[in-house]
């Protein structure tokens, strides 16, 4: 990741989850018939008002009574398997019960935790009483995209602008809620994740703490947590040429975060994404030099180099966009290039006038 986000932790929808928990939690000991006493305030008015959601937990009600399911030990496994954190950073590891006596109840849960996911969020008991996912990410953009408004997955993307036009990203589970379904309405695996990022070429439901279509574990970058900084340097063989080919090189600073550094660029399919970034724009990046010295064109090595140092302490002025730091890179690439590279610069330069004109 390019940087951690900020977390809304004062958001009142994480209590929601919480509020689930304490009716396992409320059950352990309760020998009664399933009742409103086993429910916080707001829960119950959101049970009240919801359709169906009732039945659904009568149902994780009545598989934990079963004779020979220890309540518990599952309230106690639910915790466990809520650690997030811990998740990402290797320190355990996700294990439902697996124990036949508790089929039942686990499948209950697990079927509770969908419904209130699909259905239960967009309630509007529970939007008046919780808060609902739009205010959370309005919170969400005020404290991470402003004054700037880039994708930390991938410096390529912008999230979305809520207020004005009323529009959000789509919440990422994080911790794929397939592979992990007592973290469905977790909001510490819940994260704003702009729409490629997030979509089938990329993340979307990918494990992060599983290598692709394997058991073998990996650790992960908790995205409200620190990161690696890291370094990107570019080079290219024979540039304006059918063999044309780039390459790139991402180098993590320090001795942390080296299995998390790993992780991300695999599951983002940085390198990739980032090479097709310069493939697609580094002509219209010259083009830009060429407008930018339109009164005293570069036409040799020492002017060239000039006009780049130019474009590059430009950039640095600029207000960052997307993909700003390929642009940089690009031309600090050029800078240091041995002259026959600079000479195709030239050449290209002297052959778009007529395009520019």
Request: net charge negative; hydrophobic share 40%; glycine share 4%.
């Amino acid at each position: 990741m390019l940087n951690h986000l900020n977390k809304i932790e004062t958001h009142g929808i994480y209590q929601l989850h919480d509020d689930v928990l304490n009716f396992f939690q409320n059950c352990i000991n309760y020998n009664e018939e399933f009742g409103e006493v086993l429910f916080s305030d707001n829960l119950w008015a959101v049970i009240s008002a919801a359709k169906d959601l009732e039945g659904y937990f009568v149902t994780c009600f009545n598989a934990l009574n079963e004779n020979g399911v220890d309540k518990q030990i599952i309230y106690d496994n639910l915790l466990a398997n809520n650690r997030v954190v811990e998740f990402c950073r290797g320190d355990v590891s996700y294990e439902q019960i697996d124990i036949e006596i508790y089929n039942d109840v686990n499948s209950a849960i697990i079927t509770l935790y969908g419904f209130l996911w699909s259905s239960t969020m967009n309630n509007a008991t529970t939007k008046s009483l919780y808060g609902d996912i739009k205010s959370h990410y309005n919170d969400f953009f005020d404290a991470n995209c402003v004054p700037l408004n880039l994708c930390p997955f991938c410096g390529l993307e912008r999230y979305l602008r809520p207020k004005k036009m009323n529009w959000r990203d789509d919440y990422d589970h994080y911790l794929y809620q397939k592979n992990y379904p007592f973290l469905r309405i977790n909001f510490d695996n819940l994260v704003p994740m702009p729409g490629f990022c997030n979509g089938k070429y990329v993340k979307h439901v990918q494990d992060m703490l599983k290598v692709h279509e394997t058991n073998i574990p990996r650790l992960a970058y908790y995205p409200y947590h620190n990161v690696a900084d890291f370094t990107i340097s570019i080079s290219c063989v024979e540039m304006f040429s059918e063999n044309e080919e780039w390459s790139i090189t991402l180098k993590r600073e320090g001795e942390d975060f080296s299995e998390e550094f790993e992780t991300w660029k695999t599951v983002f399919k940085i390198e990739g994404r980032f090479l097709n970034e310069i493939e697609e724009h580094y002509e219209s990046w010259i083009i830009e030099l060429y407008n930018r010295n339109i009164e005293d064109i570069p036409d040799d090595i020492a002017s060239l180099d000039l006009a780049i140092n130019g474009q590059i302490a430009d950039l640095k002025k600029r207000a960052v966009v997307p993909g700003y730091f390929l642009h940089d890179k690009f031309w600090q690439f050029i800078l240091i290039s041995e002259d026959i590279i600079k000479e195709q610069i030239l050449f290209f330069i002297d052959q778009s006038k007529e395009l520019v004109a």
